[in-house]
Every structure is written in structure tokens, then in C-alpha cells.
């Protein structure tokens, strides 16, 4: 007994607070979803075993028990044509995902236990992702992914470098959490994505509040978090393989993830490789946008007694083309290849990946330890990570086969978190994160680096309480941040300089959450914050054709002249951190055969940083413009729909749709960048059950992205070189070098297969070909996104 | 026990691993040219007339500093272009003749103010008269050295830019082809 009710307890979030007590009013809820398809099981019973006690799952597979007495209880899962399923729910899970195993295969169900909103706070509002979801993104790339959550966008910089946008934000602003460990990387400028490879994960999540007191530093817009499969006992033999391939890029990619679950331990091994060729456009090829990737990782658990250990092992290795039309080197080649299509150096199709292009390398390792003593709940956890990157420009001889850019970055980390027990209303936790980064460049890329070497030292403590009233929740939380960097760098010259940088704060959240018959609400208010990154600092030179000077490397005098030479140090320029208060309101709605989900947020973030134009200089490329780094204040403000309907057994209808508003309230203008508004109606037909097919399903998609209509004001390059720079000194402001692309229709389609263990996907995005750009896409002032792509997968489950 | 000798292990990686004071190495920065000079050697014997640009804070703010070109007038020139990066010492322009077949130079001046070549320079129309005195192995233009007979006087501009165009330079590849790794503009005055 004692040993399966520390089972459920481990597989949970420890700080995860719901209202309970001893009265009859304990609450189940779950999902039923098929094993193999993962698609949801309508009117599945669940029973509570020696009562009379029970209910039907609706048409989205969900069920609701309530009015319960105990607090234990053994709930029997049944449906026709599936294996059934008995399982023991106790008191600190509320929300299972019961996966039932079709009667025709050896498979086993199982049950996922989580708590439904498991971002440590119930107020704070957070999407998952399913695995059926993922199923679309094969060998796709995580931004990707992600982006089916409403509310989620990604920025670009071609093809194969994606990053998520939470309500607006990204980069520094969004927190990524890899199977347990904030993902350390390069993460600063356009141009770096995470290296997680979307095989690698089982589940995501995303928190779109600002949820700094539980995570730390840099969650302004939210937190992703990404998780491996789950580490279950007792569950023998279970996995799947996957391969598939894509039309365009000529891809191929394979997966396969394997688990055996024993008494006492667990394992699970995963791996994947994906090979993509050179893109295509409507239009044309997209040359040098290949991307060659593979990753592998290992997760075992042990669990004795009270003491439950996991060990988790990975790696990923990414080699990422980026479009070779896209180098240029001052304005007038800048000028040329927007206005040239197709780009220079389009060729025939080919899997060669030539310059420009980035090579990356991201290891981990993960210690996990979870205790027991009496009602309390202790979790320690050390993770271990090494970031390599590697960045390939087009270069002048012998240099074009050295990287310009080779950073090797080691992270360590320790997170401490103590579940106290139920003290009358009150249950909370503690804990205590600390970080350790020690980031260096690499010699011999011949080329002076703008980035420091630097260790950074983080220490942060947090303490979250949840008070359940009684038909509500309230959250609070309060945390302090401390962290300190030294900065060992070179300025142009080659002379050594040095810094230290020290930043604090003290973050605090609070919400409400209300559940009743029909209606989930939350709202949440959270302070987050981050300290501005060694690129926002120290950046210095040439990008493209611009040149770009961090905050520390200039200075302004009275009369607006600025000078280069020296490099600042706190004192001279006080750089605060970047603070965040964000507001979150959410409802869900759900009756009969509808659902609907609407979040409402506001984000008001002091001391933004961002780059904005200044002036023009006469380098030997010509006249270039310069971007300096600048702090202003930001207001984001917008909202995220979902709104799925069951029409009947067969035909079910979704609707997604978010908006985002981003001001920069300090000089009144916009921001470059901001995703536009769009929305998204998927129609879907399935059948269950027919002859030999288990399950079949046809969807068709139509999107709509809107044009950017709040971009700031337009300067051609044309006009730069015309006025010889003239325009920008009487400009003010931050403009844009292109307009923002207008709005496009996307029209995509998907079908499925599952015949026993066997699952057959046929995808194609794009149906229609159409030639578009995408403003948060970098590549977009030279080359249109990709065009129509047929993709075809193959999944066995073991 | 064993609880406490894995976390005081935790501890003992973490800590053991923090202080290190490297300074990044210092790198030859061999994208940099700084210093160019033009020097138009008279073809009938005399002094050389040199003009240069010098960048005089690298990626910094500050702009390049040029001399003026000073020619006189119905003289026939050779110029030869020297490219420098002063910070490692380094010939720029014996690189750029190692990798000719991937570069070349365009001029551009003011309308007629030579007598050969005529016109306004190749940089607008890659067919316009330029006269190169140097090629690559592939036997195209490459401009290092040139040569120019002025006409009368007159204050004009005078362009050199130079494209890297690796496997795209052609008979035909004009100025918009390739990354530019130069383009700077001189006043001439021929007297």
C-alpha cells in the first residue's frame, strides 16, 4: 500500500495544490485516450470499484467524478473492444490520462497520472500538447510543434531554426525546461534555437504565465517545458518505432523509443536521425537549407522503499543549413538580394550543406533523487550539461572551413524542493535552485569574438503556498534571485578586458482558481524578470549588413554623439535587469459536446531591451547602418481561442485563433518582429472499427495568417543609399527595411491508419503551393517559405 | 547516510568546477581590411601619386578616413591596389590573388573624366570599358592592376568595390553578384 501510494506520489509535481478535505467532496477527472491511436475514448465507463458509483467519458474522451468520500479509491476503466483497467487513485492526482489497450493486442493500458494544471501553481494557465499532436511533426522541428498551441508562434531565421514565441515574447523571455533541466545554450540573437530534437520528447507543455517563482530567471512571456516519456514500474515491455519521410527537402527520418518496465526499475531508451535535403519554395529551390540531425538518450529509474532514483542520459547533434542567397555584405548586395528572386546561388536540388551553416552538440546528464519522511516530500535534483556550437560563415579562403563563431558552454545545476505536509488549508513547498555556467570561446576561428568568456553563478530561493477556500483556490509564491557573472573578454584591438556583473530581485505571484460544473477559471498575477544577455551587452560589429553595439560597448554624450572606443563596466552605464508583470485570465468552458478555451493576458515589462537603429557608418564595406541596444518599457497585451465541437460520432470541428499587441510605450512605437494576428478551423472526419481498420481519420485544415498591421514604419535600403544615410539621421525610431509580407492561406491536410499495432500517417502542408513569407521568419527579406510538402509515416507500437 | 554522501557529491561537482579567469585567445582577424591604398604609378616615369583609406577603430563607430586621389591631367596611369590589415600585418591582396577565379574588382568615376576608359566605370554595366592589366586562371578580369589615361580637369568621385563571387564569377557576373568585402569612394581631382 505504502509503496504504490509513493508511486503515484513520484510521478507527480510535488507543489502541485488542490483544495481537498475530508468532507464528500473529492474530485476525479482524466481522460481516456486509445493506447495506439491516442485518439480520445467516448463513453468509456469508470467505475468506483465496490460501489454503484460511476460515469460515461463524454465525446472528448474526458470524465468527471465528483462528490466522492474517500480520498482512495481502486476506479475500474472499461469499453467495449479495449482491455480494461483497474486502478488505484489517491488523494494528490486528480487528472489521469488512461491509455486502453485494444483487445486484439498484447499491449498493456496504462495510466498517467498528473495533476491537471502541473505548473506548480493551479493558477497559472498551461497547454499541453499530446502525443497524437506530435504525431503531425515527424522529424519536424520543435518552433514547429509548438506553434499548435494557441497563443504559441515561433520566430525564424529559415527553415531549420525555430524558436517558440509565448504571447509575443521569445528567446531570453521564454524558458525552456528539458526533461527536467532549464535547457542551457547559446541563447541570444536571431539565429540560435534550442537543440532538442522532437523525438527525443513525449509531452509538452507550455505555461503561459509568468511563472519565475517556481522556475527562475527569464520566464517572462512563460515557460516550455518538454518531457520524456514516463518511467513507469510494473509495465514490462512497451515502445514504438517510426519512420517517415517528406517531399520536400527530399527527408528521412527515424525514431524508435523503447521502455521495460520491472518491479523496481525502470528503463527507457530512445533515439532518432532525420536527413533533409535542400528545401523547395513554390516557386524554387531553397539552396544550402539542408539539415542533417540524430540524437539518443537513455532514462532508468530505481525505487526502493521510500527513495526513488532516475538517471537520465542524452545527446543531440544538429548540422543546420541556412539559405546561402541570404549572405550579404553591405547594403547595396542587401538591396540586390531583396530585390532578387530567385535568391543568388539558387542550384539544383542537393543534400550537400556548404557554408553558410551551424554545427551543434548538446549533452546532459540528470541525477534525480526523490525522499520520503512521513508527509513530507523531499526532491533533489543535479543536472549536468555541454553546449557546443559552432558557426560556418562564407569566408575568404582557408577560413571558409573555420567556424567565426565556436562556443563551448558547461552548465551545472542543483535544485533542492521540499513538500511540506497539509498544515488545515495550507500546502506548499520550498526550495532552493542553484546554477553554474562557464561559457569560453574556442581559439582559432580568426575572427575577433564580440562574446566574452564568462562564469555565471546563480542562486534563487522559493517558497509557493496554495490555500483552498472553500469552492476556490488561491496561490502565492515569493522567490530571490541573486546572480553574478565574469566577463573575460577581448575589444577590437586585442587588449584584454574584464567585468563582473551582479543582479537581484525578489519575484512574487499570486492567483485564483475556481473550478465548478462547466467553468475552470484562473487568473494569475506574476512578477518574473531576467538579467540582459552577454550579446545585449557586448555585441560589437557586423551582422549581415548591419553593425550592431551591445550596451556596454558605447556611450552617448548631451549633444546624441556617440562613441565606440571603450568598454563600460557597470558603473559608467547602470544596465538594470529586464522585469515583467504579467496577468493572466483564463476560462474554460466545457458542456456537452463543446469545448472552449479562452485566455486573456497583459505583460508590462520595464527596462525591454531591444536594438534600434542610429546612425550610418563608413566601414569598407561601404556605409552600414548602426543598431545600438537600448532599454525601453514594453506593454503586451492580446488573447489566445480554442473552441473544439463534436458534431457527431464522426465529424468534429476545432477553431484556434490568438492576437498579440506589443507597444513599445516609452517612445510610442512598435516593436519588429511581433507575430501576427491568425487563425486556424480544422474539420475532421474518423471511423472506428471498420473491417480490419481500427481507426481512420481525415482532416483538412485551413489557416489564415494575417499581415502585420502594427510593424513600425519602412525605410528602404534604396532610399539609405540614396540619401547617403540622410534618411535615418532625420528619421527617429525603429523601422523596418522591408514592409511586413502580407496575409496568407494555408491549406493543409492529414489522414491516418491504424491497423492493429500499426499506424499509417499521410500529411500534406501547403496543399495549394502557395507562395508566401512569414514576417517572424528572418529569411523573409530574401526567399518565400516553404512550398507544398507531401509527408508519409510509418509507426509500429511494441 | 548514503542520501547524504550523494548530495555532499552534488556539491563537491558543483563547487570544484566554478572559478577560472581565461581570457579569450587573441584571433588573427583576417576578415579586416583597414587600410587601402591606391597608388597610380605614371606609365611615362615620375612619382607615384598614392591615396589611401584607414579605418581608424575597426567595427567601431568612427568612419574611414580617406586622402584625396590627386591625378594630372592627360597622364596615362597604372594603378595598383595594396590592401592591408595593419592589426596582424597582413597582405589582404595576396590572398585575393590566391583566390582570383572568386574575385574581382568594379570601378565606378565620374563621366568621362578619363579618355580610357571611357564612360562611367563597370560598376552600373559589367560590359563598360574598365582597363584590367591582371586575370584570373580562368582568364577573367581581376583589378588589382589596372590602368587609366586621364582627360581634363576636374573634381569628380572615383568607387572601387570588390565582390567575392566563389563559383559564381562569369564572363558576365556583375557587381550585384557575390558578397561585397570592399566599397569605398575616393574624391579625384585630376589638375
Known sequence: ?798 | MKTKLLAGLFFLILFTACKDDDIPEPENDEEIIDYVSLTFTPKSGGVPIIATAIDPDGEGVKDFEFTDIKLNEATEYQLSIDLRNTATNEDIGDEIREEADEHMFFFGFGQDIFTSPTGNGNIDSRQDDVNYDDEDSGGLPLGLKTSWTTGGVDTEKFRVVLKHQPGVKTATSDVSVGSTDLDLEWNIIIQ
Request: charged residues 20%.
Open chain 1, 1 to 798: 500500500m505504502n509503496k504504490l501510494l509513493f508511486f503515484l506520489l513520484i510521478s507527480s509535481v510535488p507543489w502541485m495544490a488542490l483544495a481537498q478535505s475530508n468532507t464528500c467532496d473529492v474530485k476525479v477527472s482524466g481522460e481516456v485516450v486509445d493506447a495506439v491511436s491516442k485518439e480520445p475514448v467516448a463513453y468509456a465507463t469508470i467505475q468506483v470499484v465496490g460501489s454503484s458509483v460511476g460515469v460515461l467519458t463524454d465525446e472528448f474522451g474526458y470524465f468527471e467524478l465528483d462528490g466522492l468520500c474517500d480520498q482512495e479509491i481502486d476506479l475500474k476503466i472499461a469499453h467495449l473492444g479495449y482491455k480494461s483497467l483497474v486502478h488505484h487513485h489517491d488523494p494528490d492526482h486528480h487528472h489521469h490520462i488512461v491509455h486502453l489497450s485494444p483487445e486484439s493486442l498484447q499491449l498493456q493500458g496504462v495510466v498517467i497520472e498528473e495533476v491537471k494544471k502541473s505548473a506548480g501553481l493551479t493558477s497559472g494557465v498551461s497547454k499541453s500538447i499530446s502525443a497524437k499532436e506530435l504525431d503531425a511533426y515527424l522529424g519536424g522541428n520543435l518552433g514547429d510543434a509548438l506553434t499548435t498551441v494557441s497563443g504559441v508562434n515561433a520566430v525564424s531565421n529559415g527553415q531549420n531554426i525555430v524558436k517558440p514565441v509565448v504571447h509575443g515574447l521569445h528567446t531570453n523571455r521564454v524558458l525552456i525546461i528539458n526533461n527536467e533541466l532549464r535547457h542551457e545554450f547559446q541563447n541570444w540573437g536571431d539565429g540560435h534555437a534550442a537543440e532538442i530534437e522532437l523525438s527525443a520528447v513525449d509531452r509538452i507543455e507550455v505555461v503561459k504565465g509568468a511563472a519565475t517563482v517556481r522556475y527562475g530567471s527569464e520566464a517572462l512571456g512563460g515557460v516550455v517545458k518538454l518531457s520524456d516519456a514516463p518511467l513507469n514500474l510494473h509495465s514490462g515491455f512497451n515502445g514504438q518505432a517510426v519512420m517517415s519521410g517528406r517531399s520536400n527537402g527530399r527527408a528521412a527520418h527515424a525514431a524508435f523509443n523503447l521502455q521495460y518496465g520491472f518491479d523496481a526499475v525502470s528503463l527507457a531508451v530512445h533515439a532518432g536521425t532525420t536527413k533533409q535535403g535542400d528545401l523547395t519554395a513554390a516557386d524554387y529551390q531553397l539552396t544550402n537549407t539542408g539539415k542533417q540531425s540524430w540524437e539518443a538518450g537513455l532514462n532508468a529509474r530505481f525505487h526502493k522503499g521510500v527513495s526513488d532514483f532516475t538517471l537520465g542520459l542524452s545527446h543531440v547533434q544538429q548540422k543546420l543549413g541556412i539559405l546561402r542567397g541570404s549572405v550579404v555584405g553591405n547594403l547595396n548586395d542587401l538591396d540586390t538580394a531583396m530585390r532578387t528572386e530567385p535568391p543568388y546561388f539558387t542550384k539544383d536540388f542537393s543534400y550537400e550543406i556548404g557554408t553558410p551553416y551551424q554545427e551543434v552538440a548538446h549533452s546532459m546528464a540528470k541525477l534525480k533523487g526523490l525522499f520520503l519522511k512521513g508527509e513530507h516530500v523531499f526532491e533533489i535534483i543535479y543536472g549536468l550539461q555541454r553546449n557546443s556550437r559552432k558557426e560556418f560563415d562564407v569566408r575568404r579562403g582557408t577560413n571558409n572551413s573555420l567556424p567565426s563563431i565556436n562556443l563551448l558552454l558547461y552548465a551545472q545545476s542543483l535544485s533542492l524542493d521540499w513538500e511540506h505536509p497539509k498544515l488545515a488549508a495550507w500546502k506548499g513547498n520550498a526550495g532552493l535552485q542553484i546554477n553554474f555556467t562557464d561559457n569560453n570561446n574556442i581559439a582559432g576561428t580568426n575572427t575577433t569574438p564580440f562574446l566574452p568568456n564568462y562564469n555565471t553563478f546563480k542562486i534563487g530561493g522559493y517558497w509557493i503556498e496554495s490555500v483552498a477556500l472553500t469552492a476556490s483556490t488561491i496561490d502565492l509564491g515569493l522567490r530571490y534571485d541573486f546572480q553574478k557573472s565574469d566577463v573575460r573578454g577581448r575589444d577590437s584591438s586585442n587588449e584584454p578586458y574584464f567585468n563582473e556583473l551582479r543582479f537581484e530581485n525578489i519575484t512574487a505571484t499570486v492567483g485564483w482558481n475556481k473550478v465548478t460544473d462547466h467553468f475552470n477559471i484562473s487568473t494569475n498575477l506574476g512578477l518574473a524578470w531576467r538579467a540582459p544577455n552577454m550579446a545585449e551587452l557586448y555585441s560589437f560589429g557586423k551582422h549581415q549588413a548591419i553593425i550592431q553595439y551591445g550596451l556596454l560597448r558605447y556611450e552617448i554624450d548631451e549633444n546624441g554623439q556617440i562613441s565606440t572606443g571603450k568598454i563600460l563596466t557597470n558603473e559608467d552605464k547602470n544596465v538594470g535587469s529586464e522585469l515583467g508583470y504579467k496577468w493572466v485570465g483564463s476560462v474554460d468552458h466545457q458542456k456537452n459536446k463543446s469545448r472552449l478555451s479562452f485566455t486573456l493576458y497583459a505583460n508590462w515589462i520595464k527596462n525591454y531591451i531591444y536594438s534600434r537603429p542610429y546612425g550610418i557608418t563608413q566601414t569598407q564595406r561601404g556605409a552600414l547602418p548602426y543598431y545600438i541596444y537600448e532599454q525601453t518599457n514594453a506593454l503586451l497585451t492580446g488573447f489566445d481561442i480554442d473552441w473544439s465541437v463534436k458534431h457527431n460520432a464522426n465529424w468534429q470541428s476545432k477553431f484556434s485563433g490568438d492576437y498579440v499587441y506589443a507597444r513599445d510605450v516609452k517612445n510610442d512605437s512598435w516593436f519588429v518582429g511581433i507575430p501576427p494576428a491568425a487563425v486556424k478551423y480544422e474539420l475532421l472526419y474518423q471511423k472506428k472499427n471498420e473491417g480490419k481498420v481500427d481507426y481512420w481519420s481525415v482532416g483538412l485544415s485551413p489557416g489564415y495568417i494575417f499581415s502585420q498591421y502594427q510593424a513600425p514604419q519602412v525605410i528602404t535600403v534604396g532610399e539609405i543609399i540614396e540619401s547617403e544615410g540622410q534618411i535615418l539621421n532625420s528619421a527617429t525610431g525603429v523601422f523596418d527595411f522591408l514592409a511586413a509580407p502580407a496575409g496568407y492561406f494555408l491549406l493543409q491536410l492529414n489522414a491516418k491508419v491504424n491497423i492493429k499495432q500499426f499506424q499509417l500517417g499521410l500529411g500534406v502542408y501547403n496543399v495549394t503551393n502557395a507562395k508566401y513569407r512569414s514576417y517572424t521568419n528572418t529569411m523573409r527579406y530574401f526567399a518565400d517559405e516553404k512550398g507544398f510538402d507531401l509527408s508519409l509515416d510509418l509507426k509500429y507500437n511494441f
